[in-house]
């Protein structure tokens, strides 16, 4: 199968929404995917062109975080879809038990691109048995840009009752990154307990 080819897309388009259930991927071009199960609770993650979801399920509840310029899909809001601005923040509580907040940055390659080098090198740190994955996807380099990326790194905190989840999101029509972090807190660690 040929590689996807990167389209231009603007940074200024993307939306981020967090509906209930987990989200419906069948209306996604999904690039890869990436699914750690903590105890009773699973995160599922993809790559969608440029963009991400990140979808959580656990006993009682399921929630989806899409940061895309299309549509999440069905799903009631949790937080309703709102385009990322130069910095963005948003926090929800999606289930008995469970708070989120999320972080977004959006700016230049010069002013984000060590952050974004840091997620990455996060990504190939991860090693078998980790309570992380990491998902890269560099589209073909073309005559007007290099390679353009798209990078997710999620990993259980220290804390054990956090799991975070940090994005990069490069568009090289622009010379723009957008570079996100998601914040699942659970009442208790959900690799040994119930979390509600």
């Known amino acids: 199968m040929p590689a ?3 389209v231009d897309q603007s940074a200024a388009a993307l939306h ?29 993650a993809g790559i969608i ?10 006993p009682g509840f399921a929630f989806s975080e899409v940061l895309a310029c299309v ?14 601005e130069a910095r963005s923040g948003r926090r929800a509580a999606p289930a008995s038990g469970v708070r989120y907040r999320f972080a977004a940055r959006r700016g230049s390659r010069a002013a984000l691109g060590a952050l974004a080098t840091a997620v990455e090198a996060r990504v190939h740190a991860v ?11 560099a589209f ?16 259980l905190h220290r804390s054990g009752r956090a799991f ?25 660690d959900p690799r040994t307990r119930s979390t509600s």
Do not use: C, M, W
């Open 16 to 44: 981020h929404t967090l509906v209930r259930g987990v989200v419906d991927t069948a209306r996604f071009h999904v690039l890869d995917t990436a699914t750690l199960t903590l105890g009773r609770v699973r995160i599922h």
């Open 4 to 6: 996807l080819l990167y």
């Open 71 to 84: 549509d999440a899909g069905p799903g009631a809001p949790v937080l309703p879809r709102r385009r990322i």
């Open 127 to 137: 090693r078998s048995g980790d309570p992380a994955f990491g998902l890269v996807h």
């Open 164 to 188: 975070v989840v940090d994005t990069v999101h490069a568009y090289p029509n622009e010379d723009a990154l957008v570079v996100t972090r998601s914040r699942i807190t659970f009442r208790t």
């Open 49 to 58: 062109g440029a963009s991400h979801y990140i979808a959580v399920d656990g």
């Open 140 to 155: 073909p380099a073309t005559d007007a840009y290099d390679a353009p990326k798209t990078v997710i790194h999620g990993r």
